[in-house]
């Protein structure tokens, strides 16, 4: 019986180290470490803790919840004076909702505050009106954060938003405008404008390029491993690290076709740039790998990861073909966006209707949404998936209560 006591009684001095507990937790699976936060209130704290969190996602991948699609038409975009307006009817912030949380957020009233949907980082959005007013609303806090004005006008811009981990748990991002020119054969700069949000201030700044460059406005970038990524003009993309501090810009041409509907930029699995285009007969996966080339120099090349058919897809599918009848015209398939951190899936539609098609199987999903599918102009505008990291919160760790 002492024997058995002394082992209970090293079990919890065990337990009650908040160092030991976190080491111990690291080797649970997303869907049992995320149980235990009803445990108490201390192992909240400590599932919740930056700290925690930051050790975990080395070693596990945890993803992500979809809330729907957002939607922002971009005839609303620069619109000049006396430009077509939104008809009172229209939402500003149309949300194509996808699941309950979608939902609250949706009937919320929140949207009605924010302006025009312009990104989304980590679950955290980017709304306002171009060129003064931006937002930056959290979903978890429900705090929102209007930013001052921007000190300079740009008549055409495009946008990045990065945000970052913080050890305090409060909102640390930037947002960042690049002015758009309309001289190709005179500009090799970019003119940006970064707001931190921990100095709160907008700085102004000129990006350097070795070759004539111009952006491509009112679109906004694909952020991977920090380093930003535009779509410019003439089949480029220009890349920008915000951490340069030579505050340069380099340009790559893009792989494939030119002759394409649509085209999408995001991140793979591997943490890679993946660029995705689709025509009529079907659509192409590419992925940026960079390379050594030599002991100093790296080459960064395209590879083809995926080549696919919509006819010769929908075939294998035929119980959607014969549900959604319009899928049955492969010519009105669409790539729509990628999936946060996925190379095996991407999101595509037609008509109104949305799917997900996974590449490898060839296989599609139908994704129901709320909303008023048929009354989007989809060919003027983007349908951007929104999703909430999954990691739980606490309000403990927000007040300084954290015990790790």
């Not at 007013?133 to 429900?142: A, C, M, N």
């Not at 989809?378 to 999703?387: C, G, K, N, T």
Request: proline fraction near 4%; include cysteine; glycine fraction near 6%.
């Amino acid at each position: 019986m002492k024997r058995e006591k002394r082992s209970n009684d090293s079990v919890h001095d065990a337990l009650s180290c908040d160092d030991i507990l976190c080491d111990i937790l690291l080797w649970l699976p997303p869907e049992s470490v995320f149980k235990l936060i009803i445990v108490s209130k201390r192992w909240l704290s400590c599932i919740c803790s930056y700290a925690f969190r930051r050790s975990y996602l080395k070693r596990w991948k945890v993803s992500s919840h979809l809330l729907g699609f957002f939607v922002c038409n971009s005839l609303y975009l620069g619109r000049p004076r006396g430009g077509l307006r939104r008809g009172k009817s229209e939402p500003a912030l149309p949300l194509l909702s996808t699941s309950k949380e979608g939902d609250d957020l949706k009937y919320s009233g929140i949207l009605k505050q924010l302006g025009y949907f312009i990104d989304s980082s980590n679950g955290i959005l980017l709304c306002g009106r171009h060129p003064k007013t931006y937002y930056v609303w959290d979903p978890i806090t429900k705090q929102k954060h209007q930013l001052p004005r921007p000190r300079v006008y740009f008549e055409e811009l495009c946008m990045a938003f990065i945000v970052e981990d913080s050890p305090d748990e409060a909102m640390c991002y930037k947002v960042i405008r690049a002015k758009c020119e309309t001289r190709l054969d005179e500009v090799n700069n970019v003119t940006i404008e970064t707001y931190y949000s921990k100095t709160r201030t907008w700085c102004y700044s000129t990006l350097t390029c070795t070759s004539i460059l111009s952006l491509c406005p009112w679109l906004v970038a694909t952020v991977v491993r920090g380093a930003i990524h535009w779509f410019a003009v003439k089949g480029n993309i220009a890349i920008y690290n915000p951490e340069d501090e030579d505050r340069r810009i380099a340009l790559i041409k893009l792989p494939g076709s030119f002759d394409f509907d649509e085209r999408v930029l995001g991140e793979s699995s591997e943490g890679l740039l993946q660029y995705g285009i689709s025509c009529k007969s079907g659509m192409e996966i590419w992925i940026l790998k960079t390379e050594q080339d030599g002991e100093t120099s790296k080459n960064s090349k395209w590879t083809l990861r995926y080549k696919l058919n919509f006819k010769t897809t929908w075939k294998k599918n035929p119980k959607l073909m014969t549900t959604f009848s319009t899928c049955s015209k492969s010519k009105e398939t669409q790539l729509l966006s990628f999936l946060p951190r996925n190379s095996e899936s991407v999101y595509i539609r037609t008509g109104d209707n949305i799917f997900v098609c996974h590449l490898e199987a060839k296989e599609i999903e139908v994704v129901h949404y709320d909303g008023r599918g048929s009354s989007i102009l989809w060919d003027f505008s983007r349908v951007a998936p929104y999703f909430k990291p999954a990691w739980p919160y606490s309000s403990l760790c927000q007040d300084g209560q954290s015990t790790t």
